[in-house]
T-cell receptor, first 115, second 114 residues
C-alpha cells in the first residue's frame, strides 16, 4: 500500500455533467500531482499542487481544475464532461525538497466513464 | 520534444522464464529514470529509480540497467511469476519531483502464462 487513497474508485457520468475526484496524500508529503491515463497508454500529466498552489500544468483545458487543502489532500474537478474524458485518473503524492530522486507514490485511481 | 518509447508493446512468456523490456528516451535535462509496475486498474508502483551515474539497480527479481550515453534503459525480470503480469512503465524525470518533469512511456504489457 502506498498510503495514497483516492475516491471514488469508479464513477459513471453523462456528457456535460461535472465531477469531483478526491485524493488523500501520504503523510509527510507536500505535493500532489494528477494524471489522466487512457486505456493502453501511459499517464498524462494534468497539473500539480505544491503547498496549496497550482505549480505546473499539462496540456489540459481550463475545465480541468483542482484544489489542495492545508492537510495536502487534493481534489480534481472536471466541468462539462466529454466522452474523451473517460479514463483512469491517478493521483500521486511526493515530497518536494532537496533531492530529485524521491519516490512518487500513486493511488489506485478513479475509473471515470462518461456516457 | 521530450519522449519516452518502450518496446515491445506487449509480451507473452511462460512462468519461470526471463524477459527484458526496453526503454529509449530523449528527455533533456535528465535527472533520473524510473520503472513502475502497474496492475490493471491500479496505480503504478515504483520498482527502481536510477540517476545518471548508476548503471544498474536491482529490486528482487527485477534488475534495471541504464546507459545515459545512448539514453537507453532495460528492465530484466528473472524467473517470472504469474503475479508479474502487468504493465511496466518507464518514466524519465528532468528535475525535482514536479509532475511536469516526469515523462511517461506508454508501457509494455507483460502476460505470464502457466
Amino acid at each position: 500500500e502506498t498510503g495514497v487513497t483516492q475516491s471514488p474508485t469508479h464513477l459513471i457520468k453523462t456528457r456535460g455533467q461535472q465531477v469531483t475526484l478526491r485524493c488523500s496524500s501520504q503523510s509527510g508529503h507536500n505535493t500532489v500531482s494528477w494524471y489522466q491515463q487512457a486505456l493502453g497508454q501511459g499517464p498524462q500529466f494534468i497539473f500539480q499542487y505544491y503547498r496549496e498552489e497550482e505549480n505546473g500544468r499539462g496540456n489540459f483545458p481550463p475545465r480541468f481544475s483542482g484544489l489542495q487543502f492545508p492537510n495536502y489532500s487534493s481534489e480534481l474537478n472536471v466541468n462539462a464532461l466529454e466522452l474523451d474524458d473517460s479514463a483512469l485518473y491517478l493521483c500521486a503524492s511526493s515530497f518536494v525538497g532537496g533531492a530529485t530522486n524521491e519516490k512518487l507514490f500513486f493511488g489506485s485511481g478513479t475509473q471515470l466513464s462518461v456516457l | 520534444k521530450n519522449q519516452v518509447e518502450q518496446s515491445p508493446q506487449s509480451l507473452i512468456i511462460l512462468e519461470g522464464k526471463n524477459c527484458t523490456l526496453q526503454c529509449n528516451y530523449t528527455v533533456s535535462p535528465f535527472s533520473n529514470l524510473r520503472w513502475y509496475k502497474q496492475d490493471t486498474g491500479r496505480g503504478p508502483v515504483s520498482l527502481t529509480i536510477m540517476t545518471f551515474s548508476e548503471n544498474t539497480k536491482s529490486n528482487g527479481r527485477y534488475t534495471a540497467t541504464l546507459d545515459a550515453d545512448t539514453k537507453q534503459s532495460s528492465l530484466h525480470i528473472t524467473a517470472s511469476q504469474l503475479s508479474d503480469s502487468a504493465s511496466y512503465i518507464c518514466v524519465v524525470s528532468g528535475g525535482y519531483n514536479y509532475g511536469q518533469n516526469f515523462v511517461f512511456g506508454p508501457g509494455t504489457r507483460l502476460s505470464v502464462l502457466p
